[in-house]
Every structure is written in structure tokens, then in C-alpha cells.
């Protein structure tokens, strides 16, 4: 049996800090839906959720990450959007509003392109830390004039896509997968957006089950996001693939639901 006091693992953030003159209700209860001790003084060191005005954040010393579709903006003008390698990439033949499921949800801002562009969009994000950061996002977006009617279009599920893909009520166009890249070096310093991510989560060790869950929802296509020279996930052959400077999409058509 764990002892109370025990020291949280590292990669787990170990409370929610409510900042006094917050709303401590709201902080409360989603520190006990997380299974998490809400307090009043900041952590002195480590990992910690902090639930203020501005939402809620995962943070570590000066390093903080936070749900932003706000930032996403320029890249929604209609003539940059288009041109969007994951909006390509995720563009279907006689559908002009496709069904994605984005299965690796993360911070959502890949599914907000796609939603941007007219798509629907069902996230799935397993952990239960980021699911909150995005849900909180989300919650964000719905009360922003400008992202209001993108949020609408976005439904998050905080569950394991490998469980729910066979199982989905609906067929989806597109599922598209971004599971996380390697850590480029052992020892690389924790300062930006992924590799914040990646204190919560190691890479994904389930890439085949979580292609064969994919190929059991029968969309038209598969996505997967790799970095230029990574190698194809699951080993499978892309149909063909779009690639950038920073990125590379794998499009895998489903002519044959069972490959
Ligand atoms: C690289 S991040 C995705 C970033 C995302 N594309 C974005 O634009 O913010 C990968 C995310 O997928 C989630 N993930 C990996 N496997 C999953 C699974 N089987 N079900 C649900 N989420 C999963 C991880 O927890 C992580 O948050």
C-alpha cells in the first residue's frame, strides 16, 4: 500500500493551486475529479496544475502550458487555411464537411484546423491531465465570439481511442493519428510545448494497436503525422504522403476496409 505522504511520481503533477481571490468551488471540484489535493500555496518545486482567471495551466517553475486556440487565429484566414498541410492532407473526394476522429487529441490545436475548415471532429485524449487542459480550452473557445462556432464543431471523449475506434456509432471520413514522437535527445532540456507534454507521457508504445484500431473504425483515410524522415507508423506504406519542412502526413486511402 502507498503511504498518503509519498512524493508523487515525477511526470505527474502533484496538486491543483488555486491562487487566493480564484474561485476555489471551481478549482475544488476539478481537483477531486482529477483524484488530486486542491491548495492555496503554491508548490514549491515539481509539476502542478494552476486553476486561475486565465483557466487552467500545467506548470513547472516559469514554464507553463495552457489550451490556446486564440493563438491559432492567423492561421484561420480562408487563404492560409486551405493551404494548411493537415487540411490537405485530411481532405476528402465529394465531401465537402468530412467526419474526423482525431484519436490522439493532445491540445486539440491540430482538430482545431480541421474543424476550422468545416470539418466535425471527435477528439480522443486518454490522459487524464491533458483532457482537462483541453476540455478547459474548449470551454474557452465556446465563450469567444471568434472560435465559438469552430468549439461547436469539436466533441471531446477523454478515453483510449485503441477501446473506442472499433466501436464508434458513426463512420468517420478521416481518423487521423499523432501519437508522440520520440525525445529527439536523452537529455533535452523541457521548455517547449510537446516536450511539456512528454513530462506527462512517454512516446506511444502502441502504434500497431492504435493503427488496427483506427483501420476498425472504416474511415476513407487514415492520417498520421510524422516528423520529415520518421519512419511510417505501424511499418504500414502511406498511399501517399504530403510533406513540409517541420512535418510529414501519411495518407493511408482505405479502399480495402481490411488491409
Ligand atoms: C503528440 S500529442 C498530439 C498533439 C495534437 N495533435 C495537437 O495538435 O495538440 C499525442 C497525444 O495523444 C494522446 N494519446 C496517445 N495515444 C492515445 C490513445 N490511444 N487514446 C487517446 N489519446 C492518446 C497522448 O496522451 C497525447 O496527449
Known amino acids: 500500500m502507498k503511504k498518503q505522504t509519498e512524493k508523487p511520481v515525477a511526470g505527474h503533477p502533484s496538486a491543483v493551486f488555486v491562487p487566493c481571490g480564484q474561485d476555489a468551488a471551481a478549482g475544488e471540484a476539478l481537483a477531486r475529479s ?18 486561475d482567471a486565465a483557466g487552467l495551466s500545467l506548470r513547472r517553475g516559469e514554464q507553463t502550458l495552457r489550451g490556446d486556440f486564440t493563438k491559432m487565429l492567423p492561421r484561420l484566414r480562408a487563404d492560409r487555411l486551405a493551404g494548411e498541410l493537415l487540411v490537405r492532407a485530411a481532405k476528402c473526394k465529394n465531401q465537402p464537411a468530412p467526419v474526423a476522429v482525431d484519436a490522439t487529441a493532445g491540445l486539440g490545436e491540430d482538430a482545431f484546423l480541421l474543424a476550422a475548415a468545416g470539418m466535425t471532429v471527435y477528439l480522443y485524449e486518454y490522459d487524464p491531465i491533458v483532457a482537462a487542459l483541453l476540455r478547459d480550452a474548449l470551454r474557452r473557445a465556446a465563450e469567444d ?33 499523432d501519437p508522440m514522437f520520440p525525445r529527439r535527445t536523452k537529455n533535452a532540456q523541457v521548455k517547449n510545448k510537446p516536450q511539456m507534454l512528454q513530462l506527462l507521457q512517454g512516446p506511444c508504445a502502441r502504434e500497431e494497436e492504435l493503427f488496427r484500431a483506427a483501420v476498425q473504425a472504416h474511415p476513407r483515410k487514415i492520417v498520421v503525422k510524422r516528423t520529415p524522415k520518421g519512419p511510417w507508423l ?3 506504406k502511406p498511399s501517399y504522403a504530403i510533406t513540409g519542412k517541420t512535418v510529414r502526413f501519411d495518407c493511408i486511402l482505405m479502399t480495402d476496409p481490411t488491409p
Open 34 to 51: 482529477l483524484g488530486l489535493p486542491c491548495v492555496r500555496q503554491q508548490p514549491a518545486e515539481g509539476l502542478f496544475l494552476q486553476w
Open 145 to 177: 465570439p471568434v472560435l465559438a462556432a469552430v468549439a461547436a464543431r469539436m466533441h471531446l471523449t477523454p478515453q483510449d481511442s485503441v477501446a473506442a475506434l472499433p466501436h464508434l456509432p458513426f463512420t468517420p471520413d478521416v481518423v487521423y493519428l
Open 234 to 236: 505501424a511499418g504500414v
